[in-house]
């Protein structure tokens, strides 16, 4: 089950960096909207986060990508993120609360990483040591910080001897 | 082009037989059969549609999207609008803003009208709704939890707090409630409004939607942006309201509102939805002007148990006050200097402390410069190097923090007083004896009972007094607020926010012969603020003033001046408030003239709506004593 989780997340980057290349460029057809927009419209990713806040908080970010029943919209359907949008967004988004909590080696945003990506809870202490300890190479800078976070991440889980375990079970 | 005349009046003729195609025998047996019936008539269908008793005695539709409606009579005319439902159930047409055909867009409609019918699947097919479906079914929804972030005072939209629902999925825990889906009533407000925003947000300027918005952005803009507490009410639903509850949700994916500030904000429309989950509840039928989002969590919480649970979730600020507590002198120290320069997390003096001491250390700083970041705009990417300079310090001591329970400043808002207060009273003023009755709308000032409030802020918004005086045997209005915002931020090493305030009203003056006289002023201030805990709580505070002021007392009726003022409060006792303050302005425009205040104010709570104020107010010659009972309602 794991191992399926971890191909898919694998898929799941490979494509995303293929659409932050597209992105880059604003008239590349349709894509995954928050992706884009994100990516897009603001130049350094760090300040991503932030931009998106104030968008939900002024509402027009929220009554558009997150719109009830408002159809197809980017990274989601019908107001809800799209089931392979789900971990990379939640990084995308939560950057900053995660790598604190990767640090500090425990919190709910790492938790709930580790809950999309299919560990199973009883491995979340050993998930949560894993991120404490490769913390410097799974934070880095730059325009795809939390693209390579999951990217990073999913190598690591695979490789670790604990959870990897939990792969083969 | 004759043709074309020929074939347009073909196209005519064929539409207009089309209108007027007698309705299927089972369509108008299931319209006479809801007619025979009344179901227009019923609060259920009330409910759906948002239908309020207009001053005329009919109904009105709250709603504003004229796609909400199958009737162009839909708004006012529930009549009509149940017979074009029905009739549209028939029809694979695509509906509304959310374009799905009747049966699929207005889910609700179809169950409650198929519950009360019977439709015949022979003869009104009932037809696949596989996006409604795939999206009731990935909420894996357990419960609901009302969540109430409490008040932002820099946002004239948020001063009251805010109310949302969060659906809880099944297998959540603690650690994963932020997956969770929200659903949330937000103004669309496009960017750079600026000052139009308050005022056409006062008068339904804007359109209001509803979203699902994951909870972790929620949190991420609350508690780490705004910094303000949340507290969240898990509601008693079980499976059958959770669904009637979502299914009336995704209608409203067709809906928008005009959004008023003060009465159908994101409070209110909240509460037609949960009325609508459980029509047993009478929530939105409770207010009448105004809807403040305090007032609709007491109101939840007063229902018989209604609320299982309440969790308390702390902003950044006070967690890290809360956690600064657990600090020694010397652990402050060293997480003042990290703050300032992150080498020193390898600083010897940090390694020096047990590895647990050194990760609440580096914990506490990390927290603190991310608090910087977001409060300051242009240390933000300066911050962000600073934390991950700190974290990587704190990624190679490899121990988890530990749980420390962090406590609430504030008590939970359903403990609080209600936000409407009149006040019945008497005194003295110079040599006379008067009689007194205030009535404020709302909110809160800093001599009221403070449990359920933001600490250190005050709003109070309308109020009125009316006084006689029984040797002049006037009775006059003796005071108007429109508007008196306080807000107090205590600073210390960590904080430094500024303090500020505002004053719009009138009041009653003795000036130059003139007794008696009322004085129109504004007053805005800045200041600085600090708390001490030598008896139990104490707040001084400090604030240079800029006043004006229009009456007919002053030569040229007005004048315009500044100046200063300080004060303090102080809890003598649990129940027991005592706020002292004393100014002095200089007037240099208009009539010069100066004004020196002062003011002993004290308050002590009978009840969580009781209290009881004695109050001395001195102002250039006129000196006032009052005492006043007041209650909450």
């Known amino acids: 089950m794991l191992r399926q989780v971890i191909v898919a997340l694998g898929v799941v980057a490979v494509a995303s960096q293929a659409g932050l290349v597209m992105a880059a460029n604003p008239d590349t057809g349709p894509g995954c909207g928050l992706g884009k927009l994100a990516w897009a419209d603001y130049k350094n990713q760090k300040n991503i986060a932030p931009q998106v806040m104030m968008a939900t908080t002024n509402g027009t970010f929220g009554s558009g990508t997150f719109g009830i029943s408002s159809g197809t919209s980017g990274c989601t359907n019908d107001g809800q993120v799209m089931a392979d949008q789900k971990t990379t967004m939640f990084a995308l988004l939560n950057f900053e609360n995660l790598t604190q909590e990767m640090a500090q080696g425990k919190g709910e945003h790492l938790a709930s990483l580790a809950t999309l990506m299919g560990v199973p809870s009883e491995q979340h202490a050993a998930f949560f040591a894993l991120t404490q300890e490769r913390y410097t190479a799974l934070v880095q800078d730059g325009e795809t910080a939390s693209v390579a976070l999951v990217k990073t991440l999913n190598d690591a889980v695979s490789k670790s001897p604990v959870l990897a375990q939990v792969v083969s079970r | ?633």
């Open chain 2, 1 to 633: 082009m004759q043709l074309l005349t020929l074939l347009l009046a073909a196209c005519l003729w064929a539409i207009s037989v089309q209108a007027e195609e007698p309705p299927s025998p089972y369509l108008s047996h299931l319209l006479q059969r809801a007619h025979d019936a009344h179901l227009a008539d019923e609060r259920e269908w009330h409910l759906l549609l948002h239908y309020r008793v207009n001053l005329f005695g009919g109904y009105t539709s709250e709603q504003d999207d004229p796609g909400f409606f199958l009737s162009p009579e839909g708004k006012t005319d529930p009549q009509a609008e149940l017979d074009a439902t029905l009739t549209q159930f028939f029809s694979p047409e695509l509906v509304g803003r959310s374009k799905q055909p009747a049966q699929c867009a207005f889910v609700a409609r179809y169950a409650w009208l198929h519950d009360r019918l019977g439709f015949d699947p022979g003869q009104l097919p009932p037809m696949p709704c596989e996006r409604f479906e795939r999206w009731i079914e990935e909420f894996h929804a357990r419960s609901i939890t009302l969540v109430f972030p409490s008040a932002f005072m820099n946002n004239p939209a948020s001063m009251f707090g805010h109310t949302l629902l969060r659906i809880d999925q099944e297998g959540q825990t603690p650690q994963t409630r932020i997956l969770a889906y929200t659903i949330n009533f937000a103004a669309d407000v496009p960017k750079d409004e600026g000052l139009a925003y308050p005022v056409r947000g006062i008068f339904g300027g804007y359109s209001g939607y509803f979203s699902t918005i994951p909870y972790y952005l929620k949190v991420q803009e609350y508690r780490d942006m705004e910094n303000r507490d949340i507290w969240e009410y898990r509601l008693n639903f079980g499976e059958p309201q959770i669904r009637r509850l979502l299914m009336h949700a995704w209608e409203l994916g067709n809906a928008s509102f005009d959004y008023f500030f003060f009465k159908e904000n994101c409070s209110y429309h909240l509460l037609s939805l949960l009325e609508y989950a459980d029509p047993s509840l009478h929530l939105t039928e409770q207010f009448g002007f105004w809807t403040i989002p305090a007032d609709t969590v007491r109101l939840l919480a007063a229902q018989p148990s209604l609320v299982t649970d309440i969790a308390f979730r702390p902003s950044r600020v006070t967690l890290i006050r809360r956690k600064r507590e657990h600090l020694s002198v010397s652990e402050h120290e060293l997480v003042r200097r990290v703050v300032r320069d992150a080498t020193a997390a390898q600083s010897e003096e940090l390694r020096s402390l047990p590895l647990s001491r050194q990760a609440f250390v580096l914990d506490v700083a990390s927290d603190y410069v991310r608090y910087r970041g977001e409060r300051d705009e242009a240390e933000a990417a300066s911050a962000r190097v600073h934390n991950r300079q700190i974290l990587t310090a704190r990624s190679l001591l490899r121990i988890p923090s530990e749980d420390i329970s962090i406590r609430p400043f504030a008590t939970q808002p359903d403990v609080g007083h209600r936000t409407s207060r009149a006040s019945l009273g008497g005194g003295w003023r110079n040599n006379d004896t008067f009689e007194e009755i205030t009535v404020r709308a709302a909110y809160h000032d800093l001599l009221d009972p403070e449990p359920g409030y933001t600490p250190d802020a005050q709003i109070e918004v309308g109020s009125l007094s009316l006084r006689h005086y029984n040797r002049a045997e006037q009775t006059r209005i003796e005071r108007a607020t429109l508007l008196n915002v306080v807000s107090l931020s205590p600073i210390d090493g960590l904080f430094h926010a500024p303090s500020w305030k505002l004053n719009l009203g009138m009041q009653t003056i003795t000036h130059r012969g003139c007794e008696l006289c009322s004085n129109w002023s504004v007053n805005g201030g800045i200041g600085a603020s600090a708390e001490t805990h030598l008896l139990r709580r104490e707040v001084f505070f400090a604030f240079a003033e800029v006043e004006g002021n229009y009456s007919r007392a002053y030569e040229e009726r007005h004048r315009i001046g500044g100046g200063a003022s300080a004060g303090f409060y102080v809890d003598l006792a649990e129940r027991w408030r005592l706020l002292a303050s004393a100014g002095y302005l200089r007037y240099a425009l208009g009539e010069q003239s100066d004004d020196v205040r002062w003011s002993v104010g004290q308050r002590y709570t009978l009840a969580q709506n009781w209290a009881l104020r004695l109050e001395y107010n001195h102002r250039d010659h006129d000196n006032d004593v009052l005492f006043t009972v007041q209650a909450f309602f």
